[in-house]
C-alpha cells in the first residue's frame, strides 16, 4: 500500500501539486486520547477541518499502518473501519487488550506530512478480591486476622474494609507489580478482637477501580463467634401474690445453644414438684403461698462455659377489698359505743347504734351521707348528756346554799330572835360561812 501511495504521489500532475500544496497550509489533523476497559472496543478518530482531498493514515505504536483512507494494511481481524472520507479517518479496535495500549498516529500526507498523536490507555480490569484468614469457628475474645486480595488492576485498585455497614479505617494496605509489569496485586490486612456482638456479622471487602463503572466488586465473610451462656430470668407478673400462679422464664443465650436449664431454689432441689413444675426454659408454679418464698437460681450450660441468674421471689398478700358501704357504717357504729361507755348511758346507745341512712339503698354506695348522719347522732346524743348531768349538779348544790343561810336561826322563838342571833352572834361568826362550790 506504501508503494502504491507513493506512486500515485508521483504521477499527479505538478499543477495539481502546486494546488495542494498551496491549499494546505491551513490544514491540521485533530485527534483525542482514548481509554477503554481491556477486553473493550476502542475508536480511533482523526479529523481536518479543511482537506483538499489529501489522503489520511492511522499508524499504531509500532508504526505499523493500520489504515490508510479506506484501504486496511495491517491484518488484524480486531482492527476495523468505522468511517473514511476526506475530513475524518475513523476506526475501531476491539478485545483490546494491555499490549495494545500506546500512542496511535494521524497522519496528514500534506507537503510536508502533518501528524497528530492519540494516546490509548487500557485500564487492567481487578480480579474478584478473596477474603483469607478465617476459621470457623473463633472464640469470643481471639484476635482475627482477615486478609483481602485482588490481582490485575491498572492501575492499582483501591480496597476498603467494612462492618456492619460502617467502614473501618484502621488496615493495612499492599501493593505489588504483577509479573506482566503492567497490572498490581492489591492486599489489605483488617486486624480486630471480636466479642459476642460479632456473631452473624457479614464483614465486607470492597475493590474500586475505574475500570468497574461506579459497580465496586465485593468479598463478604459471616462471622461465627462461641461464647458462654447469657442468662436473665423473667416473672410472667412483677407483684406474685398468694393463691396465684407465677411463670418464670429463664433467657439464655450463648453459642452454641446452651442445653436445657437447670432450676433451683435456695441452693437446692425444688421443694414441692406437684406444683412447681420445669416446662423446657420454663418455671411454673401453680398456686403461691408463703413457702414459696426465696431465691430462684437458673443455670445455662454450653460447650463454652457455664452462666446463672437468680430472682428472689417474695409472694404478697391478697388486698382486703370490701365495699365503701360496708366499711363506713362500721366505723360510725364503733365510734358510737365508745362514747357510750364513757357517759354510761347504755339505753340512748342502742338505739344510736342501729341507725341507718333511709335513703340508702342495698348494693349502693354512700360515704358521704353516712358519714354525716353518724357524726350528727353522736354530736346529739353528747349535747343532751351533758345537759341533763349540768342540770342535776345545779339542783343538787342549790339546796345546799339554802340551808347554810339559815343555819343558827333554827332554835330563835320569833323572827327578831333569829335575826338578832343570825347578825349579832359574834361567837357563831366563824361558823357562818357561804360556800360556794
Known sequence: ??????????????????????????????????????????????????????????????????YFDDKKALRDNRIELVRASWHELSISVSDVSLSDEGQYTCSLFTMPVKTSKAYLTVLGVPEKPQISGFSSPVMEGDLMQLTCKTSGSKPAADIRWFKNDKEIKDVKYLKEEDAN????????TLDFRVDRSDDGVAVICRVDHESLNATPQVAMQVLEIHYTPSVKIIPSTPFPQEGQPLILTCESKGKPLPEPVLWTKDGGELPDPDRMVVSG???????????????????????????????????????????????????TTATVTTTVAITTCPTTSATTSNIRDPNALAGQTGPDHALIGGIVAVVVFVTLCSIFLLGRYLARHKGTYLTNEAKGAEDAPDADTAIINAEGSQVNAEEKKEYFI
Open 1 to 66: 500500500m506504501l508503494v502504491l501511495f507513493l506512486c500515485n504521489l508521483f504521477l499527479v500532475p505538478a499543477a495539481a501539486s502546486k494546488n495542494k500544496v498551496k491549499g494546505s497550509q491551513g490544514q491540521f489533523p485533530l485527534t483525542q486520547n482514548v481509554t477503554v476497559v481491556e477486553g473493550g472496543t476502542a475508536i480511533l478518530t482523526c479529523r481536518v477541518d479543511q482537506n483538499d482531498n489529501t489522503s489520511l493514515q492511522w499508524s499504531n505504536p509500532a508504526q505499523q499502518t493500520l
Open 281 to 331: 426454659r420454663e418455671l411454673n408454679i401453680l398456686f403461691l403461698n408463703k413457702t414459696d418464698n426465696g431465691t430462684y437460681r437458673c443455670e445455662a450450660t454450653n460447650t463454652i462455659g457455664q452462666s446463672s441468674a437468680e430472682y428472689v421471689l417474695i409472694v404478697h398478700d391478697v388486698p382486703n377489698t370490701l365495699l365503701p358501704t360496708t366499711i363506713i357504717p362500721s366505723l
Open 181 to 188: 509489569r503492567k497490572t498490581f496485586t492489591v492486599s489489605s
